[in-house]
């Protein structure tokens, strides 16, 4: 199953603007709230280094593609709802949007900085972005509550039966957070709590409900509408504050990657998502070339559009995974010849064995050892593979 990435965030923040400069779609965008009803689904890609030139070759993919030696690798994107306080209790479009949301691996929060919107996406000014941010992360954190507060039912009606452990009851009711028994048990002792829901004061459930949340949906700040000059005053302000010290913010500008993906579609520019700049490589009206070098004028400050880099940074820091590419000690070529067609998103940590079920299950059931084609050494089942390693398993349903 690919990581899907989910954009979150109030109405009107730039969710579908950014869903459509990533993914190249055509989906509704509007300065109104509530113009995304539906969540959609698409392809965006994440940068990686390709192995292929440190074996003296270049790679064929089979999906995605890649340029000089970087691979963009296909990463499922998910566009949802906008969500306002109170949407636990149903209000805006409420728990829809908490539903469509529980696909998400890993979510990108798209902050408006510009401080053009109120809280429930309508048009204002001087809108404080540190308050979306709070805001936000308190409604999901209700969420989680409520369903935990279910969970803890669950178990106190279940108190007289012998065999009734906690962390069962409450990863059973919290399973659609893909979380399961030991994550939450290390949770509640790593809060320093019993397991004992009669000794939990309505602090101690707010903060497990807040860890489990925290765990089960890491999450990077997009601080959108960059190009405004109001938005760049923002971002000023709040990276100096020592409250929010603790996040990174990834300026981005939705429009401008936009602009220029639609730009190099037309054959007026080179640019690769996610460099820091771009080229002009036809005449152009004045106005048109006035538009684009302001576009690069934000992006020399900023280092890019940071489209590319909230991605990347919600798949590779907050959610933490690494990419391997399945390949042969004999040659890096699949029966076709196609040179490293392939390449796997993976848990770090995960294990020689844990790949080979990834590539299939049935190449796992038949695991006997791998190679490490780089050195072309062997390796057994539990050997913890490293970003970019070059891996071939050797199994017995080949
Ligand atoms: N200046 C500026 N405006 C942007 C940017 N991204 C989006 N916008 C504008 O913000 C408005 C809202 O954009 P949408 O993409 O529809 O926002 P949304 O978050 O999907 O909104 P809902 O679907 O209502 O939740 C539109 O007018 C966009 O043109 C950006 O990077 N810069
Ligand atoms: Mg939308």
Redesign the pocket.
Known sequence: MPYKIGLV??????????FNAATMNDI?????????IDPSIGEAYVRVQCAAPDFGESCDPRVGFCNEGTRYVPAKLV?V??LIPGAHEGKGLGNKFLTDLNEADVLIH?V?F?GKTDIE?EPTENHDPREDIDFLEEELDMWYLEILEKGIDRFEGKHNQQDVKLEEELAEQMSAFKTNKNEIKQIILRLGMELDPDTWDEDDRKELAREIRKETKPMVIAA?????EEAQENYEKISEDPEYEHLDFIP?????EKALKKAEEQGVVHYHPGDETFEIVEDLPEEKEEGLEQIREFMEEYGGTGVQKALESALFDALGVMAVFPGGADGLGDEKGNILPDVFLLEENSTAEDFAFTIHSDIGEGFLHAIDCRDNRQIGADHELENRDVIEIVSANQ
């Open positions: 965030g109030k109405p009107s923040v730039g969710k579908s603007t950014f509704d965008e509007g300065a109104y709230p509530f113009t995304t566009d709802a906008g798209i408006d510009s996406g959108n509408k960059m190009d405004t981005s500008s939705a429009h401008a």
